[in-house]
């Protein structure tokens, strides 16, 4: 049985940790609470980049932990002659459960070749089982199908900054730069909600005379800190930044010896951007002329200056390109590569910098290193022990993999640190592509809507079960040290994948005393790529509060910013790209008139398994709650206390509903952290982007009906007041002049 009594690590209280959720990676400090019958979270200063602080969920981080629904043994069910699942798991011992998986994988391998098992894994997890997973999939399995949440993710930021720069790394920058930047672009980035323990930079850079600029449909947290907000319908990034570019080479207002000694493709922009003058794309977008122009004056000339990205414009088939147009900006004004500038794409789960280096990725092996480039895979083999030759080639992304669950290429699917059948889009596609496999093993905390397809349910360890390395947001990787023993008869997520391996025959490869072996051994496979972590030790980075990577050497010390010198590419410069902007796959028509953007609020995360259990956080946000604006409430006559029926081409869903005139007239918006008929991935559109495979998730065409739709039921008194729904005075009080 699951033990809520816990045992610490170690008795010499405080114990430090890290918060389980975002990419900021707040210390904590962990202590038996004042009754002494549990435990508490406090922030610790120990850890130098949150300075002190915790958000909500930092500080509600032990509720999940300690939960009654926690997962203590091994759950499995027969699957009927049909396939069909019956509704019952029964609990089994940890060597029954592996020795009839790996069984089950033998039998479909031979039958249907390694190809036909497929790993999923996460962004949460530590970069030693990052590492795991890639190698367990390659090596035990030999599948080429293995991809991870991190596709959903960070993959449009990813490719971008591979073509731009040359590397990948979140930010290339520290976050204590930030203060010294004179301007600050934030876009599709709400930092107030997403990484809260950040905003203090922000504030102390506004506290030396930076301007800060956001550029979101909605009027967010974030953009309340903001000098200037822009209000942009969703997909229209690359228009937006093609005007702001324009103006910068029209008044010759670029770094042109920057331009000229670090970078390739000046003419290439210059082309792409001459139709998108400020008055045109003031009748396109909506967004005055003047506040063009004096963004794009106001970043040029600043002294220094940063500009930070994140899903907004990233989840979407031109997501890429987006991004790409937001590097063009910090190019062509020589804002990088020195101090208090860069550019930055905000990463999101804890390890999601981490998460996408070492080898979870459909083509990738560790140190950020290509499963096609022959030298790597030689490399790679070498530290693994194995025949080059036997290494599988490139597999697909993460909703391709359910593509061939759909189609039966894809027999056995074991899941480990996500919850797909929430966080994919167009979810019901998933849910059945999933019902159709042979074999489906999900290793988490709980019963979650992806473990109603599972054979088996494993329970898997908590952050505070275990310890291991992260990469956060700013390419600082850090060791989280343990707080809890893991429970009696419990096995780290580790040890579950190892015991697999045994049992498959490649035990001798997969036999580590603890995570620390596991390190050492990534370490060593990281050595001369790109994400070179190979003079880095546990101890080191206990000593040293982290390192930033690039550290090649015991000596070296680390690489806190990027692209002083040069940059990655072989001609060490960066590459400018010339952008034209792109459709997104759905564009509004007479049935589906508005536009359903996706996201986040800040008491949840994710597909919610953790903060739907969390009370504290539950109190706040119970259900998730749309937000339209005044004008359709208007046009649909909404009354009060009615929910609305969002209604797209895949599917429909009703949600309760707030009315701000704070959003683009023409969008919606729903967060994904709930599951059921509550999933707004539901109606979520499966376009893929043609390079990164991101799905847009933050662009589908929709229509909306008030729920219930009889007028009938409605009492009078209400039925008036809903005439009262007037837009509230114009938001743009609020954070300045840009309103579309
Ligand atoms: N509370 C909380 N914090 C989290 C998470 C969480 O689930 N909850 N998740 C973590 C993870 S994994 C991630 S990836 C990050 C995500 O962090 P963010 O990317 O900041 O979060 P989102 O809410 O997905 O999207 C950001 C904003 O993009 C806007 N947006 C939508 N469409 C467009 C567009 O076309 N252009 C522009 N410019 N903006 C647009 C939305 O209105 C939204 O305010 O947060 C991390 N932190
Ligand atoms: N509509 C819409 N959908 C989205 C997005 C959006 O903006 N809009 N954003 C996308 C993004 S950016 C992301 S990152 C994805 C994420 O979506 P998911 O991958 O579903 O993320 P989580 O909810 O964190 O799922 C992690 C699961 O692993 C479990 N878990 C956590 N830690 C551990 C561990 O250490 N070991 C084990 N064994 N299990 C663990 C948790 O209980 C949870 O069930 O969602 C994507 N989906
Ligand atoms: S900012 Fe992120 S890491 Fe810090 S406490 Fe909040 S969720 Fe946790
Ligand atoms: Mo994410």
Known sequence: MLTLKPQPADTRFPLRSHCCYCSMQCGIEVSPDAAGTGWEIKPSSDFPVATGRLCQKGFNAMGHVLHPDRLSVPLG????????????????????????????????????????VAVFGGGSLTNEMSYLLGKFARVALGTRYIDYNGRYCMSSAAAAQHLAFG?????????????????????????????????????????????????????????????????????????LVNSLLHVILEEKLYDAKFVETR??????????????PPDVVERYTGIPEEVIRVVARGFAKAETGIVLTARGLEQQINGVEHALNYMNLCLLTGKIGRPGCGYGAVTGQANGQGGREHGQKADQLPGYRS???????????????????????????????????????????IVLGSNPVVSSPNANRVLAAMQKLELCVVVDLFETETAACADWLLPGSSFLETEGTLTNLEGRVFHRPRVFAKPPGGLEDYEIICGLAERLGAGELFRYAD?????????????????????????????????????????????????????????GRAKLHGIRPGKPAETTDSSYPYLLTTGRVGSHYLSGTQTRRTEGLMKKSPVPVAEIHPSLAEKIKLRPDDRIRVVSRRGNAVFACKITSEIHPTTIFVPFHWGGE?????????????????????????????????????????ASAATALKPAPAAAAATGHAQS
């Open 678 to 718: 509550q999933s707004v991935n539901l109606l979520t559109s499966d376009a893929l982007h043609p390079i990164s495979r991101m799905p847009e998730f933050k662009i589908a065409a929709v229509r909306v009906e008030r729920f219930p739709p009889e007028a009938a039921t409605v009492p009078a008194a209400a």
């Open 263 to 276: 970078t390739n493709g000046l003419e290439e922009v210059r082309g792409a951007v001459k139709d998108f």
């Open 77 to 116: 069910r027969e699957r009927k002659p049909d396939g069909h699942l019956p509704e019952r798991l029964n609990p089994f011992t940890w060597d029954e459960a592996l020795d009839e998986i790996a069984s089950k994988l033998k039998t479909l391998r031979k039958l249907h070749g390694p190809d036909s």
């Open 167 to 239: 590397i990948d790394r979140g930010l290339n920058f520290p976050l204590d730069e930030i203060p010294r930047a004179k301007y600050i672009i934030l876009a599709g980035t709400n930092i107030a909600e997403c990484q809260p323990t950040m905003m203090p930079y922000l504030l102390a850079a506004k506290k030396q005379g930076a301007v800060i600029v956001t550029i979101d449909p909605r009027n967010t947290m974030t953009s309340k800190i903001a000098d200037i907000h822009i209000r942009l319908q969703p997909g229209f990034d690359s228009v």
């Open 371 to 413: 499963i096609e480039d022959p030298a790597a895979r030689e490399y790679v083999a070498g530290v693994w022990g194995v025949d080059p030759a036997s290494l599988p080639g490139k597999g697909v992304s993460a909703y391709e993999l359910f593509q061939k669950m759909e189609s039966g290429e894809i027999k056995a699917l």
């Open 515 to 571: 995570n620390e072996e596991i390190f050492r051994e990534l370490c060593l496979a990281t050595k001369g790529g790109k994400a070179d972590y190979s003079g880095m030790t546990y101890e080191r980075l206990q000593q040293e509060k982290g390192l930033f990577w690039p550290c090649p050497s015991p000596e070296h010390e680390g690489t806190p910013r990027m692209f002083g010198q040069s940059f990655h590419h072989p001609d």
